[in-house]
Structures are given as structure tokens and as C-alpha cells.
């Protein structure tokens, strides 16, 4: 596939006219075969993983509900209220891999200019200037890298606490509506059931925020490619 994907990008390389050369550098076409391309087709290989997770996460609540009754729904109730600090966390994602992916192409360009002028940049001296400028772009990427994975960090840690929210909203309202509903055996029981109900979830819970991260990354890759692929050709 990714083949495939680069294939394009190589054709549409050797046919750009004279303004849109000047327009896109050769490490920003660099950049999209080796990076971008990888991202799209790595975001395809997760698209089950996109509509399996809330299919899985419906039924194991189904489920709930018939085990614990409407204490179920005070445990998605807390899930529910954490979302806007994971719609929040997308935000900032995607506004910073269109930051981050604006660096790499400025350092990818550098850097072949720098090898492709080497003679003349070693007949003057000019080595330092072009490692000073080189390693400034690479800072200026890695920072903004950096704050990328915080950002997924806090992401990761909010879906990882969902099941938390989940049991103990769940079990906190069951028992506050229903004391006497884990006593004894059948009680242990139901208890038992519901906890491993809250396992099933906790796989799809994982795995939601990795194909949503990796889909709205793909986004702003794709849109990079239908820039490059709309320039004018001769």
C-alpha cells in the first residue's frame, strides 16, 4: 500500500512546472513519501479498530445495564463527563501535527540543500552556519514534538481512567440505591459479572483514542498530499 500511495506523489515530482518547484521543495516531497504516506496507510490498518471500539463498548454496557440496572448509566454518565478534556486533547492534536509537520519539512529542505551544495559550502566555511540553522529547525520540530506527546500522554491517561469512573460511579450508585444488592452469594456474584464487564470495556476504551489519534493525523497528512497533487503540472 504504501507503494502504491507514493507512486502518485513520485509522477506528480516529475511534472511540477516551474512555479510550483518554487512553490514545493524537494525535502517537502521527501517528507510526504516517507512520512506521510506510512501515517495514512498505518491510520487504514486501525479503521476497524474505529468502529468496533463503540460497537464493543455498547454491548458490554448493554449488558451492564441488565446486570446493575440504571447505576450503569451513572458509571457512562461519568465517562461522559470527561469527554470534553478528550475533545479538547484532539484539538490540540491536530493543530500540532500541522505545526510539527510544517518544521519537518523546513529541516528536510535544509538539510538537502546543505548535502546538495556541500563543495561550495565547504570552499567558504560555511559549515556552522548551516549546522546552527539545521539544529535551530530541529529544535523548533522536537518542541512542538514534545508537546505532541504530553498531549497524547494526557489523552492515553484520560481513557485509561475511564474504566475507573466507570466501576466506581457504577458501584458507589448501585449500592447507594440498592444496599443490600451485594450481599450475600448473588450478590457476590452480580459483582463478579459486572467487574468483568468492565474488563470487556477497557480493551475497546484503549484502543478508541489510538484509531482516533491515528485518523485525525492521517487527515492533516492527506491534506498535505492534496496540496502537492493539486499543483499546477506541465
Not at 489510538?210 to 492534496?226: E, T, W, Y
Request: net charge positive; charged share 15%.
Amino acid at each position: 500500500w504504501s507503494s502504491d500511495c507514493a507512486l502518485p506523489i513520485y509522477r506528480k515530482s516529475l511534472r511540477l512546472s516551474l512555479r510550483s518547484q518554487l512553490r514545493n521543495s524537494s525535502g517537502k516531497t521527501v517528507n510526504l513519501i516517507s512520512s506521510d504516506v506510512n501515517g495514512i496507510v498505518g491510520a487504514v490498518h486501525m479503521f476497524n479498530a474505529l468502529w468496533m471500539s463503540p460497537l464493543q463498548i455498547i454491548i458490554a454496557m448493554t449488558m451492564l445495564y441488565t446486570a446493575v440496572g440504571a447505576a450503569s448509566l451513572a458509571g457512562l454518565g461519568a465517562v461522559v463527563l470527561a469527554s470534553p478534556l478528550m475533545l479538547i486533547c484532539f484539538a490540540y492534536l491536530a493543530s500540532g501535527m500541522q505545526k510539527m509537520l510544517k518544521f519537518t519539512d523546513s529541516r528536510v529542505k535544509m538539510v538537502s540543500e546543505a548535502l546538495s551544495s556541500m563543495r561550495v559550502i565547504k570552499y567558504y566555511g560555511w559549515e556552522s552556519k548551516f549546522l546552527e540553522n539545521i539544529v535551530n529547525e530541529r529544535n523548533k520540530e522536537m518542541h512542538v514534538a514534545s508537546w505532541l506527546a504530553n498531549t497524547k500522554a494526557t489523552m492515553l491517561m484520560l481513557f485509561n481512567l475511564n474504566p475507573v469512573l466507570l466501576q466506581v460511579a457504577m458501584f458507589c450508585v448501585y449500592a447507594a440505591i440498592n444496599p443490600t444488592g451485594l450481599q450475600g452469594t448473588e450478590g457476590a456474584s452480580r459483582a463478579f459479572f459486572a467487574l468483568s464487564l468492565c474488563q470487556m470495556v477497557l480493551m475497546p476504551l484503549l484502543m478508541l483514542p489510538n484509531s482516533i489519534s491515528a485518523f485525525i493525523q492521517a487527515g492533516v497528512r492527506a491534506n498535505r498530499l492534496k496540496e502537492f497533487l493539486l499543483l499546477d503540472q506541465v
